[in-house]
Nanobody
Framework: EVQLVESGGGLVQTGGSLRLSCVVS????????IGWFRQAPGKEREGVSC????????TYADSVKGRFTISSDNAKNTLYLQMDSLKPEDTAVYYC???????????????????WGQGTQVTVSS
């Protein structure tokens, strides 16, 4: 069974940085997509970024382009999200998610993803 465990959330001031981590276990065979999503209070879950194991390509939401960077360390089975220039509107619970049997550029449409972590809270103070 695939399991994902996020860490690295916290409280940071506007303009600050955080790095989220997601340790993944129980991979299925074949190519996959893995990504970060977030949900703010009273809002729907939205895609932030994803990375494809097929070709290493990445996808970002327009709201985080140029500020967030997704990466992975396959030897450690860990996904990262480096978040810089944080804004109060980035405040949310951040989740990592895994989509098996995925090829080509990944999508940040949350309904596609099968496995989810428990989330980590990110709070950006103004």
């Amino acid at each position: 069974e695939v399991q994902l465990v996020e860490s690295g959330g916290g409280l940071v001031q506007t303009g600050g940085s955080l790095r989220l981590s997601c340790v993944v276990s129980g991979f299925t065979f074949g190519d996959y997509a893995i990504g970060w999503f977030r949900q703010a209070p009273g809002k729907e879950r939205e895609g932030v970024s994803c990375i494809s194991s097929d070709d290493g390509s990445t996808t970002y939401a327009d709201s985080v382009k140029g500020r967030f960077t997704i990466s992975s360390d396959n030897a450690k089975n860990t996904l990262y999200l480096q978040m810089d220039s944080l804004k109060p509107e980035d405040t949310a619970v951040y989740y990592c998610a895994y989509l098996p049997r995925s090829w080509g550029p990944c999508s940040i449409l949350s309904s596609l993803y099968d496995y989810w972590g428990q989330g980590t809270q990110v709070t950006v103070s103004s």
